[in-house]
């Protein structure tokens, strides 16, 4: 005869209290802290940068004891709004594409200038996200799936020598999603998920222990 016992429950010790308090505390305050930093990094940095280019007469140092960040901040979002409306008239569009077909012509130094204008373009478009959908796709092997972000429909030459509809996704990479490859699927071998894009990116960042926000407290 078998006798079943019931597993034993692991009695909470005050050390192991304490370690859970702290990690719940460093959970909690780390994402803030380093939000604020980054935050606070970008003013500055803005600052030192724009600052000079503002007379000292205007410096919040001139009128309070205390040194007051932003200004920086403050001018760049005045020259950037200035640009974008000038380069809104006819002058404007015209300086703005002898400049960028300029750019483009430079060795090397035009092909980033592509690539970059491409990705803030797709990242600041009132389209919405860069990517359409959360899917999986079977990688690296049959078997084995693995999160993807549906791009956009693949190039119609690609379609022409691969003889079959593929779509354009991207595969990220764990725990760093800004780092991973482009891929063509076909379109039936894409397992669309309903899951935000939001959602995946928690996904594959957590390497898969969370996909969605959880309390500290449950």
Known sequence: MTILLEPKKKRRTILGALRTYFLTGLVITAPIYITFYLVLWFVEFLDNYFRPLIPEIYWPTTYFPVDVPGVGLVLALVLLTVIGGLAANFLGRYLLGASDRLMRKIPMAGSLYTMLKQVFQTAVSEDGSAFQDVALIEYPRKGLHAIAFVTKAADPRINSKTGKT??????PTT??????FLLFVPEDELTILDMSVEEGARMVISAGITSEEKSITS
Do not use: H
């Not at 593929?166 to 595969?171: K, P, R």
């Open 166 to 171: 593929m779509i354009g996704v991207f595969l």
């Open 175 to 180: 725990p760093n999603p800004t780092s991973g």
